[in-house]
């Protein structure tokens, strides 16, 4: 392995208040990574729940399961290479993310992006970690014969407790333990996934089957159309069994309001078109009932989509750009922090070769075990009448298994699953970020406490069907501190950094005052540019193409500012 590879820092610079154990260039002899464990930390973090339920969610908005497939494939493709990129660093200086970025950013302006970054892998945190606090509380259910709750109880905040405690024991141990973790655990996640394809196809009657029955869930399950000279009509999609030729529900009601409490049911018919009242068409609900002989099984409440006859509506590429650009704000955060994992890889062949093995391969992979499993489980409950209340998550899913052992054990593999990604994806970087604003006072382990409590203080509880909106929202704020990372180490240093200039008080990273002001210029104005468009609609292609708006104003704006110095 050549110099040019991995740089050593030969000056000690243990006394500057920018330097601690835990943000110093990891020793040569310590990088022990090789490609399956780069590659086994990608499946880990890519074999999770939050990869399953955007795919389930993507049929849910009307997208084809092949269209989502490609979607979710490119998304992964456009990320990997950004994140082999910014890899490099990690693997030739050994340091993470806060410090790297200081060279672009300035000793203290590497905090904005650190800490925007490392708030938002806290609210990931947060969301992974009440998922898999509903794992151990399906366990429970399973183990004292009780019935899941649908809503909030206090069981899931106990499971929620539980598996928060398990996540710090975790970094208490250190960051050689997840290593192990994720050896251990991406073998078991993918066998998992193929199990559940396997059942999916064979109660449904046929691989086949389930794919072409899945197009019924690209429908809404209720549509009012609206226009200004005719009466709105509701228009009824209600999911049909596996010969498609009859509607699982029997019967349907229409609500106005919520609280309504009328009990006029009409049986389904064969046209499901009806007029509506024209004064009251935007507080309408529907709910269908089937008759399980001894008793009736009732779907939620669905509030129809109000959809007008104007001519302004968006072509559907709108919705795949919308969709690709959430797929890569899905791992926008590690693509910035992505070098809190190299720096442990002993080449730069390992970890090129292991995040294009474990990424996007799996990620296509586990969305499909995804979209089909939900797309399977629709046709095989029959007390499932809607597609707003299919088991989108895998533990709502596993949960509905009559098998206790069978129940029990996937409900482990998958607080396995969650428990590895939310460490290597959630736990690293902002434990990092929190490290670097006071090297000296904050350790590894005390920036992963403080991950830990604002995972909680953020009620995840409440984020997560938000996903898809909060992910192209994170978009335009990360890639713009990725676009100027990348102009920076490419394009203004060519790769040459100093390394000890990284933790010197007064060295030159230092810039005006610890900030760089053609960092700061450009950052805000792709975080502008990029999210102008969520306020004003003439602008709103903008948005949906935050990441690439973002990172393409900001990498190249970054580069005039810097060459003119």
Known sequence: ???????????????????????APVPPDQRTWNTWHLAAIWIGMAVCIPTYLLASYMIKSGIGWLEALIIIGLSNLIITVPMVLNGHAGVKYGVPFPVIGRSSFGMKGIHIAAIVRGIVACGWFGIQTWIGGLAIYAIFNVLTGNESSYGLSIGQFVGFGIFWIINIYIVWKGVESIKFLEVFA????????????IWGATQAGGFSVVLQKSKQLENPTAVIHSSEDSQPLLILNPLKDRTGTKTKADDYRILYGKDDMDENWSPLTTSFTIPVDPSRSDDIFVQFRKNMGDKYVYSSHIKPILRSDSKKTKPRIWTYILWLTAMVGFWATMSLSIADITRYAATQKSQIAGQFIGLPGTMMLYSFVGIFVTCAAVLNFEDILVGDDAPWDPVKLLARFDNPVIVILSQIFLIIATLSTNIAANVIAPSNAFSNLWPKKISFRTGGIITG?????????????????????????????LGIMLSDYYLVRNKEIELAELYRYNGIYSYKYGFNPAAIIALASGVGLAL????????????????????LVSFVLYYLLMKKK
């Open 1 to 23: 392995m050549s110099e040019k590879e991995i740089q050593v820092m030969h000056e000690d610079m243990s006394a500057s208040s920018y330097y601690s154990e835990d943000l």
């Open 532 to 551: 102008i468009g969520f306020w004003i609609e003439e602008l709103d292609f903008l948005y949906s193409f935050s990441w690439f708006t973002g990172f």
């Open 186 to 197: 991406a073998p078991i996640l993918i066998i998992m996934g193929i199990f559940l394809i």
């Open 453 to 481: 409590i604002i995972g909680i203080l953020i009620c995840p509880w409440w984020l997560l069907d938000e996903i898809s909106s909060i992910l192209i929202f994170i978009s335009g704020l990360l890639g713009p501190v």
